[in-house]
């Protein structure tokens, strides 16, 4: 008799283990990454994303907010091709996985979907109004704030100087066949058209071509396009404010925001308006 209360005891402990063993094998231990081997697969594509965007010596607060960040791009496109930052990754793994694990499925929403969730480096003082940005429109979450705490960063302004023959050949590459740039008469042959509320350059008329300002910062190799021209010593000075296309979060005012005492979540619904934070 005992001995058929063990076969059947063992029959019923099998039964119960079999579909939580199951549940193990496809979808993965419970715990942070809970959602199975797809969802750990994408936490992992975060923590190298997060490694390769922002310094692992930032606070942890604004790499919680870059988390958020990753995931919410990855999560519009699971194709994104991350450039490593093998040495970020191994230097500051313990962090960098922890502040991932603490917002572990997260991502930003607006209208119920997924948005454009744009960054850059540092601010020219204050970030860009994608209604003014072309191609950036009716992205209404991505509004023009104050983020003053960018000056203090030692990438705020960059100046260089460039040969007027260098400025021409880049500019000529930009217009093509549509005009002919004339060196000599750089920079006064450029036009500032037009700036948006933030500073940054949305159109500049060389002769009678009109050209967008993120053209013209990407074919200078520019930091920004909150730049302005001037004349010296026969080469043109040009001084940029800021680094990146000023859209979304400002890197380094998170960070001076973490300082501050914000936490990721204040950080991020102060840089995207009118933003949630969904699983």
Known sequence: MREKLKFYGAILILIVLVPYLMTIYFHGMPGKFSGGREDAGIEQKVIQMVAAEMSGHYETEALKAQAVIARTNLSSDPDLV??????????????????????AGEILTWKGEAIDAAYHAVSSGNTRNAAEVSGQEGKDYLQSVESRQDISSMEYLNIIYMEKQEMAQKLQGLLGDAATVDAEGLPDSLTIEARDSAGYVTRVRCGSVVLNGEAVRDALGLSSSCFYFSRSDGKIRITCKGEGHGLGLSQYGANELAKEGKNYREILKYYYQDVKISK
Not at 85 to 101: A, G, H, S
């Open 82 to 103: 991350i450039e490593e930052n093998q040495e970020n990754q191994e230097e500051n793994l313990e962090t960098i996985t922890f502040c991932v694990e603490e917002t």
